[in-house]
T-cell receptor, first 115, second 109 residues
């Protein structure tokens, strides 16, 4: 069964360091999402891609976060510099539909701890 | 933006009991999904249910879009059902899913 792949599963870093997360969506899925989930809360959308284009990054803290999906397939989310408040689960999801919804499928997530 | 509320926030059951989880949303939606978040943090798809009723084993879900709510039914609960249940909705014209705050379920043996 096709899955969304994410790495690393766990990352511990010190504040002010750079960190990067990688996501490979299900083959053929045009839409890719990065969500952040703080402990005890629901996931919040950071950025949404349609192929290689960003369609929504309104909640992405652009002073320190960046995301790219250069060839419209896999994607990288970067944080530089990391802050204590960035400790969270970073979840990647993909959807087959063009922009308008469709069923979301999530990867296993990348858990970040900033010391 | 659209608001998504889930109830109850916490639920403790004895193994074998039945339960109903509710998701209310504040505006019309194109899509709605129910997820179970396992202890390792992965979100597992339960139902993709913008309207109507679906069943999968001991689980079933109903969405009444005109009244802006969805229900998830768990029958004969098992300890493996423990975890957090989220509903996520895609508001009409928004093209993105918004998650509720979740229902944390604990099933006791």
């Amino acid at each position: 069964e096709a899955e969304v792949a994410q790495s690393p599963r766990y990352k511990i870093t010190e504040k002010s360091q750079a960190v990067a997360f990688w996501c490979d969506p299900i083959s053929g899925h045009a839409t890719l999402y990065w969500y952040r989930q703080i402990l005890g809360q629901g996931p919040e959308l950071l950025v949404q891609f349609q192929d290689e284009s960003v369609v929504d990054d309104s909640q992405l803290p652009k002073d320190r976060f960046s995301a790219e999906r250069l060839k419209g397939v896999d994607s990288t989310l970067k944080i530089q510099p990391a802050e204590l408040g960035d400790s969270a689960m970073y979840l990647c999801a993909s959807s087959q539909e063009d922009r308008a919804g469709g069923e979301l499928f999530f990867g296993e997530g990348s858990r970040l701890t900033v010391l | 933006g659209i608001q998504v509320e889930q109830s109850p926030p916490d639920l403790i059951l004895q193994e074998g009991a039945n339960s109903t989880l509710r998701c209310n949303f504040s505006d019309s939606v194109n899509n709605l999904q129910w997820f179970h978040q396992n202890p390792w943090g992965q979100l597992i798809n339960l139902f993709y249910i913008p309207s109507g009723t679906k069943q999968n084993g001991r689980l079933s879900a109903t969405t009444v879009a005109t009244e802006r709510y969805s229900l998830l039914y768990i029958s004969s609960s098992q300890t493996t059902d423990s975890g957090v249940y989220f509903c996520a909705v895609e508001g009409s014209g928004t093209y993105k899913y918004i998650f509720g705050t979740g229902t944390r379920l604990k099933v006791l043996a």
